[in-house]
């Protein structure tokens, strides 16, 4: 297959978004799209707070916090333990300037914007000139079955640390959002589709289910990066997932998870170098390459191996 | 007359909040109550802002910023200046900690807690043991009459800097709201007012024109401190204000418009030292004492003359 020249990469967290910055370093605006995850979402503090968005928008802003490994660079917390101090709700870390992020969004959606449009003109203001786009401005919310009872996510994700065992997740609202039109439109003319190193079952699923999104995206030649490396996620509770919900927690079983669950998402699949052992087991096209992204140019790399990857794909 | 066992004190802004400290630190809690302005309470960014009772807050709790003069001690900045960069309003300075008290007042106000009630959760969680009470839970908001217009009393004040001249002032909503039913109650035995040295037309007309206020003080003995100095204010607006209503800009002149707009309100005025030339022109029992309040001890200096100056009232 021809390399695309119009890509749709899917991003969830912190992972999905460090390869989402070697895309846009080597792609111009016009030749990407980021349709993110909305199901971390929350309302909190009376604030919608939008990790995955959040997240990608500081990575591709280069304003991440590195050391922390989330949130924003430079940041500082005498917002919330101040507010701890007032008897307030503190579980949920918000560093002073993260805050201002939050509190600009929810003046922008009650003064009439979309999700879309809030992420829009914060994107502007930090320099993004890559588009940044909620895979629904209608609201999805992830809900996580544990045996604590069902979690809203991010309850379960911070609040409870991913302690608590998981069974299953759902997602409210899933039945009735509809894809961002701007996703839409943009799949008609798309030519290839990456799912970044995220989450399959909380942040690639509420993304992939949102309805035409699997119709549209049937055609389009898609690979996916495995968030899986070695057995182990490299952030985030991928691993220990799995083993809860009795899948082996290797790349194999995530390209497998996919296959099963949404057969005709995927045409080929990217895993690390270090399970690269495994690459004659995967049935469809598979590459093993350094996935594990430290530096910069690990992953403008990375990126670069995904993009000559669909060169490689049975046309 | 003999010295109160039970005094109210008015305060407004930083002025009035260091002659309150200096009464609270030698009045026990049963002993005082501190019936604060509301009149420059503004919505803004979804949160509600209480600058007065605020101030009264962080100076009982000794967590003012000396430094600045306004707002609460070690604070920083990155939330207002992040919002700025986004294009968010950021002409009213929100320090990172004072911000968690408004989002913890609006956390309480949303839960269904009156603004007397949202004021002692967060008093209680900063080791206040004295009452600070709004003078109303009802919404009164202070507008300035300017050369530019009406103006909401903080874009006035902070917004533009207190540079228009002003012609006159109204309080939104004085009509209906009620005396605080604590304040109300108080009342009835408390034999002692004090009105610390606050703007006469912003901070103390908004308290006591609250309908029954007038009516409950006029058979308590009430005496006022001189919010001006040698014909300036220690801090905000209130000299230049006078100069812009054409009243001159003296403690006499204060004492003067208390007694014509209230005639039932005063029986003593305190006046600062280096007016004392002037107190053969009031014709009210007045008093000169070191009222500039730079030190603790200046403040509980202060709050002492006014206790005695009571003792000193004709019967």
Same mark, same amino acid.
């Given at each position: 297959? %021809? ?51 959040? &997240?990608?928008?500081?990575?591709? *802003? ?47 959606? @009650? *003064? ?33 079955? &544990? ?22 997740? &759902? ?31 909380? #942040? ?21 990066? #495995? %968030? ?20 082996? *927690? ?24 270090? @399970? ?9 096209? #598979?590459?093993?390459?350094? #996935? ?24």
């Amino acid at each position: 297959m %021809p390399r695309p020249n119009k890509i749709l990469a899917i991003t969830g967290g912190v992972g999905g978004a460090k390869l989402a910055l070697g895309l846009a370093k080597i792609l111009d605006p016009e030749q990407i799209l980021f349709a993110v995850n909305v199901g971390d979402d929350f309302e909190h503090l009376g604030l919608h707070i939008s990790p995955d968005i959040d &997240s990608l928008t500081y990575a591709l *802003a280069e304003q991440n916090n590195q050391e922390l490994g989330w949130g924003r660079a430079g940041e500082t917390w005498q917002f919330i333990e101040t507010l701890g101090s007032l008897g307030g709700e503190d579980w949920f870390r918000l560093g002073d300037k993260d805050l201002a992020l939050h509190m600009r969004r929810r003046q922008l959606l @009650d *003064a009439g914007a979309t999700l879309s449009q809030a992420t829009a003109t914060i994107c502007q203001h930090m320099g993004i000139q890559h588009s940044v786009v909620p895979i629904s401005d209608d609201p999805i919310r992830t809900e996580v079955h &544990s045996e604590q009872g069902d979690l809203a996510f991010q309850h379960y994700f911070v609040r409870e640390r991913c302690e608590p065992a998981v069974s299953g997740f &759902s997602f409210k609202g899933m039945e009735t959002a509809g894809l961002n039109p701007v996703i839409g439109t943009y799949l008609q003319d798309c030519d290839g589709i990456i799912i970044c190193p995220s989450n399959p079952f909380v #942040s690639v699923a509420p993304v992939i289910e949102v309805a035409g999104f699997l119709e549209a995206a049937a055609h389009i030649p898609t690979v996916a990066v #495995s %968030p899986i490396v070695a057995g182990t996620a490299i952030k985030g509770p991928a691993a220990k997932m799995m083993q809860e919900l009795n899948i082996p *927690a290797t790349a194999l079983a995530v390209a497998q998870h996919y296959q099963n669950r949404y057969p005709t998402l995927l045409n080929g699949f990217v895993i690390d170098e270090t @399970d690269r052992h495994s690459l004659n087991e995967f049935n469809l096209p #598979s590459v093993a390459t350094q #996935s594990v992204m430290r530096s910069l140019d690990d992953r403008i790399a990375l990126a670069q191996r995904c993009l000559a990857f669909f060169d490689e794909l049975p046309a």
